[in-house]
């Protein structure tokens, strides 16, 4: 398995609700990734988890919320989030966090957000 | 700082045809290059990943050069099909020990028949 699966592919959501993006890898991967994509910009990191670890939070508003289960699967849960805030959503994750050169970094399909 | 350009912006180019995207970047300390391509509303799927000691890597119809020296990227699409019309995005890992990637803003393709 080489792939990062990313559920759902599509969410509609109210500024009120709260929902979870789920992410998922069986490559063996220790490190793991959230990006923001907005329309005809290149992601922008979120958070990374390395070793199951909240290793960075690029500055992210307290309605993001990641979670790291175990070694496979990255959650991000929403909650009050904001019209600007609609955007493709990727999940990412790469080999060795820790050195080396990674050939390794695999990115989801996304799940477009769309926040009403 | 830390960045990747990305020439030109958009191309249109005829069905069977050749194009070369090119990108340059200033992240330093540099680990590697990699080119992705992404389709609207889907993930960057990897194309090539060069190192330093690189300077050619093909993929199928997909060429990438690197000239670590003058900090200079190719991407060369042979015989184009319609299905590469998409983005492709040169990034740039400037950190090793972490994976912290350096995004350019795209060149958006068309192929037209």
């Known amino acids: 398995d080489t792939e990062v699966t990313q559920t759902p592919k599509h969410l509609v959501m109210g500024m009120t609700n709260k929902k979870s993006l789920k992410c998922e890898q069986h490559m063996g991967h220790r490190a793991m990734y959230w990006y923001k994509q907005k329309a005809k910009k290149p992601p922008e990191l979120m958070f990374v988890?390395?070793?199951?670890?909240?290793?960075i939070n690029e500055s992210v508003p307290s309605r993001f919320s990641p979670e790291c289960p175990n070694s496979s699967l990255l959650n991000l849960h929403l909650h009050a989030l904001q019209p600007e805030d609609s955007a493709l959503y990727l999940c990412?994750?790469?080999?060795?966090?820790?050195?080396?050169?990674?050939?390794?970094?695999?990115f989801g399909s996304g799940t477009r957000l769309t926040v009403v | 700082k830390n960045q990747v350009e990305q020439s030109p912006q958009s191309l249109i180019i005829l069905e069977g045809k050749n194009c070369t995207l090119q990108c340059n970047y200033t992240v330093s300390p540099f680990s590697n290059l990699r080119w992705y391509k992404q389709d609207t509303g889907r993930g960057p799927v990897s194309l090539t990943i060069?190192?330093?000691?690189?300077n050619t890597k093909s993929n199928g119809r997909y060429t990438a050069t690197l000239d670590a020296d003058t900090k200079q990227s190719s991407l060369h699409i042979t015989a184009s099909q319609l299905s590469d019309s998409a983005s492709y995005i040169c990034v740039v890992s400037g950190v090793k020990g972490f994976q912290k990637l350096v995004f350019g803003t795209g060149t958006r393709l068309l192929v037209s028949p």
């Open positions: 060069m190192t330093f000691s690189e």
């Open positions: 990412a994750s790469s080999q060795d966090p820790t050195g080396g050169e990674d050939y390794g970094y695999t």
């Open positions: 988890y390395s070793y199951e670890k909240l290793s």
